[in-house]
């Protein structure tokens, strides 16, 4: 088993692989607009998680997240899959209460005992969360993909939205990004960077509790449409624009070298494409490659300062993103 290189069986890996959000947004445009007094957040601005207010005081959030071998490792890719999928929830403010998995494996091609590891993986990280995982569905697919989909509650009144973010405040984010560009490297040669792993499999359950004991409102994670594009959706939905001090951006430690290597994901080319109309750039291509590159479990990004994580911009009156 320790032979098997998991990402040589995805076609991408990790949140690179999720359908880019332009097409994804044309495909779901019909569907929005379900209403109800008990609908708090629907897909209408693309939220982390659905929001149902069951009670005055509770309303219950609900998720799902799965994804291709982003690394080698059985264990590791099952930490990160499951801290990926629960970071929905600490993204709105929420915290988990169940997960079940979601299971792709091709059993004739890899060992079932490999799957085992992704499992156990991911019951590792949500034991962490506190969260049971009990259950779960599987089939049997040419391609393995492994994730969760997760329950969590959360107080109606504060719940951090995308379309909640007002001009003037700071921005903060939680974790460094190019995690992106280390998780391609790592698919095409094979090299393990401890540092990529431990930002992916860390918990956002203390991010998200600092952001609300600071007082926020609006926050999402930063997962495969890139900082950039999160950023343009949450600016978007709220009416707001934004300003990003690119050198104030924390980087993982490899992922420049991996820039300038040359490791950059088709997903982050077309994170890029789709934000770049609504860009004012006064930095490096690639500067901006960076700032889009696809997240696997990145970190919060919070309308708001939160003590203990830097600021990396601010939001403004008008529309769209400047890159200083």
Not at 152 to 176: H, Y
Not at 181 to 189: A, S
């Amino acid at each position: 088993m320790e032979s098997v290189r998991l990402t040589g069986y995805a076609h991408g890996g990790g949140c690179a692989c999720k359908i880019p959000p332009g097409e994804l947004e044309d495909a779901v445009r019909g569907l929005v607009g379900q209403s109800g007094d008990h609908v708090l957040v629907g897909l209408d601005d693309g939220d982390d998680a659905a929001a149902v207010l069951v009670r005055d005081d509770l309303a219950v959030l609900s998720t799902a997240d799965f994804f291709t071998p982003v690394v080698d490792d059985a264990y590791d890719w099952g930490r990160i899959a499951a801290a990926n999928a629960l970071s929905d929830v600490y993204a709105m403010g929420g915290r988990p209460v169940v997960a079940i998995n979601l299971v792709g494996w091709p059993r004739e091609t890899l060992p079932m005992e490999l799957m085992t590891e992704v499992l156990r993986g991911g019951l590792a990280v949500a034991s962490e969360a506190g969260c049971p995982v009990i259950g779960g569905h599987s089939i049997d697919d040419p391609e393995p993909k492994y994730g969760m989909a997760v329950t969590g509650v959360a107080d109606p009144n504060r719940l951090l939205r995308n379309d909640a973010a007002q001009p003037g405040l700071p921005l903060t984010l939680t974790k460094p990004i190019g995690v992106g560009l280390l998780n391609n490297r790592h698919k095409q040669t094979g090299e393990v960077f401890a540092e990529a792993l431990a930002t992916m499999t860390a918990l956002n359950r203390d991010a998200s509790e600092a952001a609300l004991a600071a007082g926020a409102r609006a926050a999402t994670d930063v997962t495969g449409f890139g900082l950039l594009g999160h950023l343009h959706k949450m600016c978007r939905a709220s009416g707001v624009g934004a300003v990003i001090d690119r050198a104030a951006v924390p980087v993982v430690e490899g992922a420049l070298d991996a820039l300038r290597d040359g490791y950059v994901s088709g997903g982050t080319r077309r994170n890029l494409d789709w934000v770049r109309p609504h860009l004012r750039a006064d930095v490096s291509e690639d500067d901006l490659l960076l700032l889009a590159d696809a997240q696997t479990s990145g970190g919060l990004l919070v309308v708001g300062e939160v003590p203990g994580y830097p600021v990396i911009g601010h939001t403004v009156e008008g529309s769209g993103i400047s890159v200083r």
